[in-house]
Structures are given as structure tokens and as C-alpha cells.
């Protein structure tokens, strides 16, 4: 099994920054994709950010030029830092990573648990 946590999150003003992180822990033989979701209060889980092993990014509209998505291989940690966070940015975020725990198993999608961040003066 693999395990997702999060940390990072909090309250913060308008126009200030946050950087979230994400540790995978566990069985781990290698994970393809991380990425960021978000859900705000009565929405739906959408997506923020992803970045492939090979450091190719793919973000959210509502999100380019404000937010980076990183990752540390060798730590299977995977970053967000937030800057120019506007109210519409609170929700819960969660971790996604695609991981397997041996060479001939399938990549399995898993899920942290999710940190709040709230953007609020």
C-alpha cells in the first residue's frame, strides 16, 4: 500500500502565498504521475495541477501563472506553491499520485487525505 500525506495548508490573506507538500510513504516501486485536486464547499474535486515523473506540468486555467507544481524523485514529494492566492482558492486539496508497488503490478491511483486552505481577510 501506499500512503498519501499532505501538509502545509492554512488560512491566508488575499494576494499571500502558501506551499502545500505531499509525501508518498509505503510500498513503492515507482510513481508516474502527482498531482493537486481541490474541492471548494458544495463543488466538485477538480484538478489544479499534475506533473509526470519526467517533469512535464500540466495546470488548471483558473490557476496559470499563480501556481507551480514540483517534485522531488528521490523523496516522492511533490510540491504547490501558491502565490497571488485569491478567495476563490479555498477549498480542501488533496495529493494524487499514480504509483505501483512492483515492477509487474499496475499503476494504482492513490489519495492523500487532504489540507485546508482558506484564503480570507
Known amino acids: 500500500q501506499v500512503q498519501l500525506v499532505e501538509s502545509g495548508g492554512g488560512l491566508v490573506q488575499p494576494g499571500g502565498s502558501l506551499r502545500l507538500s505531499c509525501a508518498a510513504s509505503g510500498s513503492i516501486f515507482s510513481i508516474n504521475v502527482m498531482g493537486w485536486y481541490r474541492q471548494a464547499p458544495g463543488k466538485q474535486r477538480e484538478l489544479v495541477a499534475v506533473i509526470t515523473s519526467g517533469g512535464s506540468t500540466n495546470y488548471a486555467d483558473a490557476v496559470k501563472g499563480r501556481f507551480t507544481i514540483s517534485r522531488d524523485n528521490a523523496k516522492n514529494t511533490v510540491y504547490l506553491q501558491m502565490n497571488s492566492l485569491k478567495p476563490e482558492d479555498t477549498a480542501v486539496y488533496y495529493c494524487?499520485?499514480?504509483?505501483?508497488?512492483?515492477?509487474?503490478?499496475?499503476?494504482?491511483?492513490?489519495w492523500g487525505k487532504g489540507t485546508l486552505v482558506t484564503v480570507s481577510s
Open positions: 494524487n499520485a499514480a504509483a505501483r508497488t512492483n515492477r509487474y503490478s499496475d499503476y494504482v491511483f492513490y
